[in-house]
């Protein structure tokens, strides 16, 4: 079967809305109700964070919802119990981002495995390099149809990034700009010399622009030079102290694009 | 030698370089450029002159008579306490400054738990008049305030950190963070043989001045280069990788690493990784750490904020694996009978972190002709205040 990210890419080429949270926050079970809303009110693809005590690449608000949703009691087991019949009810791609090592202690070939059970379609582990990634793991994830999706950023050289792209087979994670997650940017913050020079590379897999996106203005731009984007800390926020999830989410996914 | 890195900076299975895309460049920059400038000899001359002239090395290797005659054995103390700013640490951050400066980079970047790898650091920075941040966790910042103070005084900033536990993790992870959104003009200056490869074998190299020296001395006090023994005590590992590095390959010398047992290795207020850690991956290092079953990380105990980190440096956790050296865990109040002991018979006042080598004398059968070398990493000079409070002075 055709991987849902492969899917999407195939049938949606532009204005790709993409959303990101942290599993577990702001209270343990809002798993699946924020997914199904995210989805309801069309949004194009999630990811889903599964929280780590030291989630070094990431500021101030994606710190502090993990840090809420590991003393709610999140873990990758219940995430994956909440997540059991999640394709009874959603359609859009599903992908697992966190870092490496509570996947590590799940092991990873069980990780693979479940994430095929449930219908999980990728993962975005940033501390797992490429490198490492092909010299162990990469058999697990051909096996349950997973893509790892990569990371490229203002540093990364150009022969790097051809490498990535190589090696990609679902879309690569544009990281914005130099930085943590977090909002607060604005359109002039970003180097629109970096998007256009990766957007005029004719990368084979899709792109989408992630960190630091957090309103109409820099999700507009960045859907300029990329098949959309992503939003994070904002939507997090945006969150924190719902008590009506349908109508903040619905609030928020229209803040962003208005047409949704 | 059979204990060094491989080519992926490979300890065994612990070790490479876990990292995030975002920090991609700067370690590639450092690994495939460190070997070539740190085997110079412009950079050996410089290094080696200002170890002489200004850290005052070599430091001296003292035959410790009292403690001997007390334990019956022959135990030999190397004085990295009489290095300039009162520990090993500023091996590794001469080392690293004049790396930096060789890299082009004109900010440094640090964490710190004591605070002594603080001071060492903005200290190199003083004296090369670099831009130095320092990250500290809130707790450690009011625990540790003398040291705050001379950070500042040395010109550097001292930025707290408020998230986790607001210990030495947390101010590592925010170190990163900083990196992350620094990825041009900066160079982190890790604290110890912690974090990605090659943070790990560069340290131990930097450290490895001590062992160096203790092979000379020690031929020059005993007629052999080779000790019986070699005791340190480990946190991310470094004084320990500096003192046993000249001797990995001689197999017939025993080492010994002492982590923090805290309040005892069965209790959840301890800090003894080896003991109590399993293997995962933190800052960018596959290592043995303390974590729950779920693989998040827990916060270590130790009344010694130096060793209170819940992973420990890839190369001992190889040498825990194969056997090369023994581990033991010292608890706070073996450690503080230890200061004791060493105070009043040899008039030495230790640093916590280091008395736990000491506190390791009483756990370890010894032989009255055995050459027991233990590596006094600091001085106590900064933990005065918790001395006073528990001896009553
Ligand atoms: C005197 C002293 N010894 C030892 C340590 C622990 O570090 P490492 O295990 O890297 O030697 C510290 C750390 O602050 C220290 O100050």
Redesign the interface.
């Given at each position: 079967m055709n991987n849902r990210i492969n899917q999407l890419f195939e049938s949606k080429k532009e204005n790709i809305f993409s959303v990101y949270f942290t599993a577990g926050f702001p209270r343990l079970g809002d798993t699946v109700k924020i997914i199904q809303e995210l989805e309801k009110n069309g949004v194009d693809l999630i990811e889903i964070g599964m929280p780590f005590s030291d989630p070094t690449a990431d500021g101030p608000t994606i710190q502090r919802s993990s840090e809420v949703a590991l003393k709610n009691g999140m873990s990758l087991k219940l995430l994956f119990e909440q997540l059991k019949d999640i394709r009874q009810s959603v359609n859009i791609p599903l992908i697992l981002m966190g870092y490496l090592n509570p996947v590590y202690q799940y092991g990873m070939e069980a990780f693979c495995q479940k994430c095929a059970e449930v219908g999980i379609d990728g993962t975005i582990l940033p501390d797992l390099p490429l490198d490492e990634f092909d010299a162990e793991y990469r058999k697990y994830y051909e096996a349950a149809n997973l893509h790892n999706v990569l990371l490229i950023t203002p540093q990364t050289s150009e022969k790097r990034i051809r490498q990535i792209d190589e090696a990609s087979a679902g879309l690569i994670y544009m990281v914005s700009s130099s930085s943590t997650t977090g909002a607060g940017k604005k359109v002039e913050d970003f180097h629109q010399d970096y998007f256009e020079r990766v957007q005029n590379m004719n990368l084979k897999n899709p792109r989408l622009i992630g960190f630091g996106i957090s309103d109409q203005p820099t999700f507009v731009n960045a859907c300029k030079y990329a098949q959309g984007a992503i939003i994070g800390s904002a939507f997090v926020t945006a969150i924190k102290d719902s008590v009506n999830l349908e109508k903040d989410i619905a609030t928020f996914v229209k803040s962003i694009d208005p047409g949704r | 030698m059979k204990y060094t890195v491989n080519e992926k900076g490979y300890y065994g299975e612990f070790g490479?370089?876990?990292?995030?895309?975002?920090m991609?460049?700067n370690i590639e920059e450092l690994k495939t450029r460190y070997l070539g400038i740190i085997e110079s000899e412009e950079f050996r001359n410089e290094f080696d002159k200002l170890m002489k002239d200004y850290v005052g090395r070599p430091s001296p290797l003292y035959y410790a008579g009292r403690l001997s005659e007390h334990y019956g054995s022959n135990i030999y103390l190397k004085r990295e306490d009489l290095n300039h700013t009162g520990s090993h640490k500023l091996n590794n951050t001469i080392g690293q400054i004049l790396l930096a400066q060789k890299l082009g980079k004109t900010r440094i970047i640090a964490e710190t738990g004591a605070g002594q790898h603080g001071v060492a650091t903005a200290t190199v920075c003083a004296l090369k008049g670099i831009k130095c941040v320092v990250y500290m966790g809130a707790l450690d910042v009011s625990r540790q305030a003398p040291n705050v103070k001379k950070m500042k005084m040395l010109g550097a900033e001292v930025v707290p950190v408020h998230?986790?536990n607001k210990t030495l993790?947390?101010a590592t992870?925010e170190a990163?963070?900083d990196w992350?959104?620094?990825?041009?003009d900066t160079h982190y200056i890790i604290g110890s043989v912690v974090g990605p490869h090659p943070y790990p074998d560069m340290v131990a190299r930097f450290q490895s001045v001590i062992s160096k020296e203790m092979k000379s001395q020690l031929l020059e006090q005993t007629g052999s280069e080779l000790p019986t023994r070699v005791l340190a005590c480990v946190g991310g590992g470094s004084n320990a990788a500096g003192a046993f590095y000249h001797f990995l390959d001689d197999e017939q010398v025993e080492l010994i690493g002492v982590e923090a047992a805290g309040k005892g290795v069965d209790t959840n207020e301890t800090a003894a990784t080896l003991t109590v850690g399993?293997p995962?991956?933190?800052?960018?290092a596959r290592t043995m750490?303390m974590?729950t079953?779920?693989?998040?990380?827990i916060e270590p105990y130790s009344i010694s904020a130096g060793l209170d980190y819940p992973g420990i440096g890839p190369l001992h956790a190889h040498l825990h694996k194969t056997g090369r050296a023994k581990f033991l865990a010292a608890t706070d109040e073996e450690v503080l009978q230890s200061v004791l002991l060493l105070t009043q018979k040899e008039g030495i006042i230790p640093a916590l972190e280091s008395a736990h080598a000491l506190a390791a004398l009483d756990k370890i059968k010894m032989n009255p002709d055995d050459v027991n070398v233990v590596n006094l990493s600091g001085s106590g000079n900064k933990d005065m205040e918790t001395y006073l409070n528990y001896f009553g002075y």
């Open positions: - | 490479g370089a876990w990292i995030p895309e975002m991609y460049t998230s986790g993790k947390d992870n990163m963070r992350i959104n620094n990825p041009e399993s995962g991956v933190l800052h960018s750490l974590q079953e779920d693989g998040q990380i």
